[in-house]
């Protein structure tokens, strides 16, 4: 049986459930976990990006809040526990590593994933996250 692009719209939540769950695990393994083994020499130099922001005290404490922001903010977006405000700290969190990125020398190549994913975790936050969450909209 095909269905088509009309008769999807009824598993939007399973849709919405299906990229809460990906993006949250993918950031959560690929990104936090290994920013939190990094330990504080790791949050350090995350931090260190702060001082364009006119933020020049306590990088690591700053580094360890975008690695808290990627790990423990990825799961909560993962199962969709205060994803509004989870999705808010990650496209903040992205838009710095995009500033990072670019100030750095990478150039847009590098800064493209950290960019995209500013405007999924914005347009998340708009669309919430969907009947299957742990928290549900009010």
Do not use: C
Not at 96 to 110: F, K, M, N, P
Request: proline residues 1%; neutral net charge; aromatic residues 12%.
């Amino acid at each position: 049986m095909i269905l088509s692009l009309d008769q999807l719209k009824k598993y939007k939540d399973e849709g919405l459930l299906l990229l809460r769950v990906g993006v949250g695990l993918d950031f959560l393994i690929l990104h936090g976990w290994g920013k939190i083994a990094g330990g504080h020499e790791m949050w350090i130099n995350l931090g260190q990006v702060m001082p364009h922001f006119g933020v020049d005290e306590i990088a690591m404490v700053w580094g360890f809040i975008a690695t808290l922001t990627e790990s423990l903010g990825a799961l909560l977006f993962a199962i969709g526990y205060k994803f509004r405000l989870v999705s808010g700290l990650l496209g903040i969190t992205m838009v710095v590593a995009v500033y990072a990125h670019l100030s750095g020398g990478d150039g847009w190549g590098q800064a493209s994933h950290a960019l995209k994913m500013v405007f999924v975790f914005f347009g998340m936050m708009a669309i919430g996250a969907g009947k299957y969450a742990i928290e549900k909209e009010k």
